[in-house]
């Protein structure tokens, strides 16, 4: 059986953020079963962009993105800010090579927030941009509300109730991953 190679966003370039603790803990999980990678926007070379260079080939984001994009399957952990993505995120995704990238490509989600509805907003609007590259989302997916009080970098959620859907929408995406690559 081929391993899966799955990479993860860490989707903001927020050091010392939550969304990298989380893609950390994400990819201890599916580590068991698939090949995974995380990336971090921290790494993005957002100052290569500035001034508006859509359209034109800048060799340090074409680097960044064939690196991210070779993978089989995504999960994007998404913070939220001001009650959306990190803008980074929109910047990253409009220099994606159009209209290729996520076609057709499984892609899970993540939110993590310090408020109570755990990123449930950005999740969803990001979720409208990948429909509009046709990737397949996969249709679980947490919100992670309080996150400095109900995550654990080591352990994940403290809720046991949460944490078995965490450990489910992580496990049934690598399969997911698998069913997609043989069809
Ligand atoms: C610019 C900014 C805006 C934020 N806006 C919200 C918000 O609208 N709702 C919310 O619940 N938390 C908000 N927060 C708190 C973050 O969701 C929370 O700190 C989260 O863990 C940050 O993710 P990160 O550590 O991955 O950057 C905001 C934080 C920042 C830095």
Not at 156 to 178: A, I, M, P, W, Y
């Amino acid at each position: 059986m081929n391993v899966m190679k799955i990479h993860i966003l860490s989707s903001t370039d927020r050091s010392g953020s939550n969304a990298l603790k989380v893609s950390k803990y994400a990819k201890g999980v599916m580590s068991k079963s698939s090949d995974v990678e995380i990336f971090s926007l921290e790494d993005y070379p957002l100052h290569d962009v500035v001034g508006g260079k859509y359209g034109k080939e800048i060799e340090s984001v074409k680097s960044f993105n064939d690196q991210f994009l070779s993978a089989d399957g995504f999960l994007f952990v998404i913070p939220e800010y001001n009650g959306g993505f990190p803008g980074i995120l929109k910047v990253f995704y409009d220099y994606l090579p159009f209209p290729k990238a996520f076609q057709r490509v499984p892609v899970s989600l993540i939110g993590e927030a310090a408020g109570a509805f755990g990123a449930l907003r950005p999740v969803e609007q990001f979720a409208q941009l990948l429909s509009y590259r046709n990737a397949h989302i996969f249709p679980d997916s947490m919100y992670i509300q309080r996150v400095n009080d109900s995550f654990d970098p080591e352990d994940g959620l403290k809720s046991e109730k949460l944490q078995k859907l965490l450990l489910r929408q992580l496990n049934d995406f690598t399969d997911f991953v698998r069913k997609l690559s043989e069809i």
